[in-house]
C-alpha cells in the first residue's frame, strides 16, 4: 500500500478569501485525487477528514481537505458564509488543483460536506464519482441546530449559535444562503456514480435522508450501510471501515 505526506497549501476562494488546505499526497503509486469536504462546523483537521483523506492516500488516492470560508484556519466569516458558499469553496479548490495538473476525479463529503459535494459536483469538470457520508437530503436540516437563535436570527438580523460546542455570530445571511436549495434536481443532474455511506444508528441525520437521497439520483449509484457507526465516525474502526469501502468502490472510476 502506497504511504503518504501532508502538503500544506492554501488558495483563493474566489470572494477575496484565502482558504487553508491539507493535500495528502501519495508517495508511490497513484491512482488518482479526490476532495473531502468536512461536515457543518468542522474543519480539515477533525479526526475523521484526517483519518478518511490519509487512509485513502494510503490506497493511492491523494486527498485534499480544506477549512470551509471562516472555519480553522481559513479567512472570512462563516456567519455570512452558508451553503452556498460551502459550495463555491469546493468549486474554487477543485479549480486549484486543477492547476497544478490534479482536478479531482472523486468528490467525497461527510454530513453537510456531503449535500455540498452533490450540489458542486455537476461544476467540476473532471469529477467522475461522488461520496457522501452521513448526508442530509435537505440542506435546511442543518438549521434545525439552532433551535431558539434561529427566531432571533430572524427578528434581529444576527444572533450568537452555540454550534459543536462553540458561539458563531450567524446572520440572515447565512439563512439566506442556506435556504431554497433543490437537491433532488441536483441529484438527477449529478452526471457522476454515486456512493452513499450512512449508519442505520445516525443520531443527527436519520437514514431516511440516505433513503430520499438513493430515490432521487440516477444509476449508477449504490449503498453501504456503516452498521453501529455513530454521525462523526468517532470510532477509528468506522472511520478506516468508510475509507476502505470509498477506496475499492472508487477503483472503477479512477
Avoid at 492516500?57 to 451553503?83: M, V
Avoid at 431558539?148 to 447565512?174: C, M, T, Y
Avoid at 454521525?231 to 472510476?253: E, F, G, P
Amino acid at each position: 500500500m502506497p504511504s503518504y505526506q501532508t502538503e500544506e497549501l492554501t488558495f483563493d476562494n474566489g470572494r477575496g478569501d484565502r482558504l487553508a488546505a491539507r493535500l495528502e499526497q501519495v508517495k508511490g503509486d497513484r491512482r488518482g485525487v479526490a476532495l473531502f469536504a468536512p461536515c457543518f462546523t468542522c474543519g480539515k483537521d477533525y479526526i475523521a477528514a484526517v483519518r478518511i483523506a490519509r487512509r485513502l492516500a494510503g490506497h493511492g488516492i491523494a486527498t485534499l481537505r480544506l477549512d470551509f470560508t471562516g472555519l480553522g484556519d481559513s479567512e472570512g466569516d462563516f456567519g455570512k458564509a452558508g451553503f452556498s458558499d460551502h459550495v463555491e469553496d469546493l468549486v474554487a479548490a477543485a479549480s486549484f488543483l486543477e492547476s497544478r495538473g490534479d482536478g479531482p476525479a472523486l468528490l467525497v463529503g461527510h454530513s453537510l460536506g456531503g449535500a455540498a459535494v452533490i450540489a458542486a459536483g455537476p461544476r467540476i469538470g473532471s469529477a467522475k464519482a461522488v461520496v457522501t457520508i452521513g448526508a442530509p437530503f435537505d440542506v435546511e436540516h442543518v438549521l434545525e441546530h439552532f433551535g431558539p437563535a434561529l427566531e432571533r436570527i430572524e427578528a434581529e438580523g444576527e444572533a450568537d449559535v452555540k454550534l459543536a460546542g462553540r458561539e458563531f455570530q450567524v446572520s440572515k445571511e447565512f439563512l439566506a444562503e442556506t435556504r431554497g436549495h433543490d437537491q433532488a434536481a441536483r441529484l438527477a443532474e449529478l452526471g457522476c456514480a454515486l456512493l452513499i455511506l450512512h449508519a442505520p444508528t445516525d443520531e443527527v441525520v436519520g437514514i431516511d435522508n440516505a433513503g430520499e437521497i438513493f430515490q432521487a439520483a440516477k444509476h449508477p449509484k449504490s449503498f453501504v450501510s456503516l452498521d453501529g457507526a455513530d454521525h462523526l465516525l468517532t470510532k477509528a474502526t468506522d472511520v478506516d471501515y468508510a475509507a476502505d469501502v470509498i477506496a475499492a468502490w472508487a477503483s472503477r472510476w479512477l
